[in-house]
């Protein structure tokens, strides 16, 4: 260990010998890992955007249909009101939020335009604690109650059909036995959300929707909310026990855009930092094996006054670890001084609608993971030290008697 | 008022209708328009001409009605177009394509398309009834042409009524000749306007021969239809309004 105490400040001051190629090496490292973390963050936050949007525009993190009806969302495929074993299960503690709707396919009518919307009958109370929606709304109110005749249009929907809070809309969808039932709904409310959400979901009272397909009180889906992510499967796993026979999902099946967003962001992390890796260790190699190559002499004078040839690997080495842990802690603490910089966010909203097509919400919400920033830091760290071993074993290779003679 | 032509209107009506009430309304005068235009059965020619800014064209069609629920229209000219043919019984709609040789079921979501490129919707054809059955209707007025009297009456849907308008209304002559009918939205600002152009006597009735539709506000767009023979109270087959006779016609 003696030998350490001595390499230490030798390592340290054969560092600033050079301080230009010292700095530009540092530079490279850190610009390197501030853009690996910065992007990890900036991913992260867009597929949780994504998500979120997903999830909380009205999928919620499951849901329960019976078989068929995801191929075929019509009257066909219903559910029975739950009995005591699914409420067991909806109202236990690993269910945080459910909500019980009628969704079909529709078409709604008004004076200029008819278009194809998903009519959705909804429990207001509940759905409430599912979506955002019923919060959202920018003209008129929300549906009361489950008895509610009124209905909610998206607020493009509305402008797209020319119609407003207040006038009245034909719904038409396919009814218990087949025929196609029309009826007239007055305009309570508009919603904002995403633009797709705007234009697909018209909200009406559950029991509305119920009468007006002839169904009795039978449901379309059951969609429910878990207090944890890690009790999804347990909570799958039970509602299939008390259901069986129908179809439970979770929101990857349900949304397998937001989901393929999230998985795929992760990996690119990891590809961006290999390659971001790859560019780095070439500057680093290049730069030591620069500086052994003008230091042959120095290195062949250390082994003529007795230093072990491990020892001046050990030297080299310790150069490195302080070169590419000094670039390491700036980029780390540039990237930390990036994402603090937007404590409220970053806007999206100058990329108009276009973010909303790669699934995100309006505004990223950047959030620091320790353990991101750990890992991907000492990665850097430990391969950057790898890389440098070559230069290093090359200049415990030198021989004195040669590297005396050197110029 | 006057109450004297609406008597003798509504006992016209009855005398068309057979089922009119004996009290002059205005029920019973679009009652009489309805049983003018289609009688409880019909048979007639049909022009239609779709107008647009910078180009028209015209298409010949046959068509056959009995009673509120059936109808046939199959066209017959130009060539390109002949042999399309829409079937509607009671609330269903289907066309045949002698391209595809297929007949096609109309969904809800197609009702509401316009008809052959016109200004006309399948569900102008499939839903004609809706101004009788979904609407109350009350007489606003009444103006003298010529030797008629015209009336013109608002229909205003009934409450829950699946209808997207805010009211309809409608001018009938006193001898049941439908004149002019407009649809309004819920504004009360009108959306679209047909107006009969030229009265003729065709298969022993005095008939609207010619009628335009026009779509309000937007100028150099209209269709016309114009009735060039008809019989009325014939005898249609029972076969002419079946998906056989609608793929194979048999006339």
């Known amino acids: 260990m003696g030998g350490f105490r001595f390499l230490l400040p030798l390592a340290w001051r054969s560092l600033w010998r050079n301080p230009r190629r010292t700095f530009i090496t540092m530079l490279v490292v850190c610009v390197g890992l501030w853009s690996v973390l910065t992007f990890a963050v900036l991913l992260r936050a867009w597929s949780a955007s994504s998500r979120d949007v997903a999830i909380r525009t009205i999928t919620g993190e499951g849901q329960i249909h019976a078989q068929g009806y995801l191929d075929d969302p019509t009257v066909a495929h219903r559910l029975p009101p739950p009995d005591a074993g699914l409420m067991a299960v909806l109202n236990g503690g690993a269910v945080s939020a459910y909500s019980a709707r009628v969704r079909l396919s529709a078409i709604v ?27 959202q709304i920018t003209a008129g109110h929300y549906l009361s109650g489950p008895d509610d005749v009124g209905i909610v249009l998206g607020s493009n929907l509305a402008r797209r059909l020319k119609t407003r809070v207040g006038k009245r809309v034909v719904v038409m969808v396919q009814a218990a036995d087949g025929h196609l039932a029309e009826r007239a709904f007055q305009v309570v409310g508009l919603f904002a959300g995403p633009r797709t959400a705007e234009d697909e979901f018209v909200f009406t009272g559950l029991k509305t929707a119920q009468r007006f397909t002839g169904i009795g009180s039978d449901l379309s889906e059951i969609a429910f909310d878990v207090s944890n992510d890690a009790a999804l499967p347990g909570v799958l796993a039970a509602l299939e026990r008390a259901v069986p026979g129908a179809d439970v999902q979770s929101w990857k099946t349900l949304e397998p855009l937001s989901y393929a ?14 390659i971001i890796f790859l560019l780095m260790g070439f500057g ?68 108009a609608r276009g ?53 | 008022m006057n109450r004297a032509p609406i008597l003798l209107a509504a006992a016209m009506c009855a005398a068309f209708a057979g089922t009119a009430q004996a009290a002059p309304d205005a029920d019973a005068l679009i009652r009489a328009a309805f049983d003018n235009w289609r009688a409880k059965s019909s048979e007639t020619e049909v022009t239609m001409t779709v107008h647009r800014p910078d180009w028209e064209r015209s298409l010949k069609m046959k068509a056959w009605t009995k009673g509120d629920d059936d109808a046939l229209v199959r066209f017959v000219a130009p060539a390109k ?53 979904l609407y109350t209707h009350k007489l606003l007025s009444s103006a003298k042409d010529g030797t008629h009297t015209v009336y013109t009456i608002e229909a205003d849907p009934k409450p829950g009524a699946p209808v997207v308008w805010g009211k309809l209304t409608a001018k009938v002559r006193d001898d049941g000749v439908m004149m002019a009918e407009t649809y309004f939205d819920q504004d009360m600002k009108p959306v679209r306007a047909m107006t009969t152009d030229k009265v003729n006597r065709i298969g022993g009735r005095e ?17 016309r239809i114009e009735t060039t023979s008809g019989s009325f109270d014939v005898t249609v087959p029972s076969y002419t309004f079946t998906l056989s006779n609608l793929q194979n016609p048999r006339d």
Do not use: C
């Not at chain 1, 200029?112 to 207001?124: A, E, N």
């Not at chain 1, 967003?261 to 290999?274: A, E, G, K, P």
């Not at chain 1, 760290?381 to 110029?407: C, D, F, N, Q, Y």
């Open chain 1, 284 to 351: 680093i190699v290049n730069t030591q094996l620069m500086a052994v190559l003008e230091r042959t002499r120095e290195f062949g004078l250390l082994q003529a006054l007795g230093m072990r040839p491990r020892l001046v690997l050990l030297e080299v080495a310790l150069e490195s670890v302080f070169l590419v842990g000094l670039g390491v802690a700036l980029g780390a603490a540039a990237a930390l001084a990036t994402v603090s910089a937007f404590p409220k966010g970053i806007d999206l909203g100058f990329l």
């Open chain 1, 109 to 135: 009518q008004s004076e200029y335009k008819t278009l194809p919307v998903t009519l959705v009958g909804v429990q207001p109370a509940h759905e409430r604690q599912i979506s955002v929606l019923p919060a």
């Open chain 2, 81 to 133: 177009d002949a042999g399309n043919a829409t079937l509607k019984q009671k609330n269903e709609t289907w066309v045949f394509n002698p391209k595809l040789n297929q007949i096609i079921k109309l969904p809800g979501s197609m009702l509401a398309q316009s008809w052959m490129g016109s200004d006309f919707s399948y569900n102008d054809l499939s839903k004609a009834d809706d101004l009788l059955t």
């Open chain 1, 261 to 274: 967003v999230s998985t795929f962001f992760d990996q690119f992390v990891l590809m961006w930092l290999w």
């Open chain 1, 355 to 407: 973010a909303e097509l790669a699934g995100a919400g309006h505004i990223l919400y950047p959030v620091i993971v320790p353990s991101d920033f750990v890992t991907y830091s000492l990665m850097v760290w430990v391969l950057g030290v790898l890389a440098t071993l070559w230069p290093a074993r090359r200049a415990s290779k030198v021989s004195p008697v040669e590297a005396m003679s050197h110029i």
């Open chain 2, 207 to 223: 008939y609207p021969a010619v009628m335009t539709m026009r779509p309000v506000g937007e100028p150099g767009k209209w269709t």
